[in-house]
């Protein structure tokens, strides 16, 4: 199993560009969520979904946008990247009990 | 902010020796869960621990919770240079669901 994927490992944007990160899990699990860490820092969640067809708000989702259409999938979307949005992007998964979270490699996101 | 902050921030020792990091968080908790991050990579689960538990142990890492002064400790025994890393605590309030909050980290140094 290859557990939580994310793609691209890096990226580059300029300023007003957008872009989806990827992320799909094999586990079956229902709940997957987006952080981002910033240097220095923890990680700070942008949005969650506790099963296909549900998403919510974290704690900085503003400039984010999702959606999960199936329970494999929970793709990110910059529609109009920013200087503030460069950081490394988590993807995570949560298995039945809800407890321990399991993250993906990380996507790197510069932007210019 | 329900933010649990860890203490120290950074923390160098000598291979063989003990390690020990604290977690401070905010309000009441569901559970306390540790995690470690090696340069680059993602973040790992290393143990759990619920609301209603004192002390967990799992290999060389020793947990212990009170959750009458909102805090955490996390020990590893007889260091390794391996275990060079990033270790962050996270506090899950929800009763059900898991959304995690990210302490800032403590940076552990392990010198061969």
């Known amino acids: 199993n290859a557990g939580v994927t994310q793609t691209p490992k890096f990226q580059v944007l300029k300023t007003g560009q957008s872009m989806t990160l990827q992320c799909a899990q094999d586990m079956n699990h229902e709940y997957m969520s987006w952080y981002r860490q910033d240097p220095g820092m923890g990680l700070r969640l942008i949005h969650y979904?506790?099963?296909?067809?549900?998403?919510d708000q974290g704690e900085v989702p503003n400039g984010y946008n999702v959606s999960r259409s199936t329970t494999e999938d929970f793709p990110l979307r910059l529609l109009s990247a920013a200087p503030s949005q460069t950081s490394v992007y988590f993807c995570?998964?949560?298995?039945?009990?809800?407890?321990?979270?399991?993250f993906g490699p990380g996507t790197r996101l510069l932007v210019l | 902010s329900q933010q649990g902050e860890e203490d120290p921030q950074a923390l160098s020792i000598q291979e063989g020796e003990n390690a020990t990091m604290n977690c401070s968080y905010k309000?009441?908790?569901?559970?306390l869960q540790w995690y470690r991050q090696n340069s680059g990579r993602g973040l790992v689960h290393l143990i759990l621990i619920r609301s209603n538990e004192r002390e967990k142990h799992s290999g060389r890492l020793r947990v212990t919770l009170d959750t009458s002064k909102k805090s955490s400790s996390l020990l590893i025994t007889a260091s390794r240079a391996a275990d060079t890393a990033s270790y962050f605590c996270?506090?899950?309030?929800?009763?059900?669901?898991?959304?995690?909050?990210f302490g800032e980290g403590t940076q552990l140094t392990v010198n061969p």
């Open positions: 979904s506790v099963g296909a067809g549900i998403t």
């Open positions: 996270a506090t899950d309030y929800r009763t059900s669901g898991s959304r995690l909050t």
């Open positions: 995570a998964t949560c298995g039945r009990t809800q407890e321990t979270q399991y």
């Open positions: 309000t009441s908790i569901n559970n």
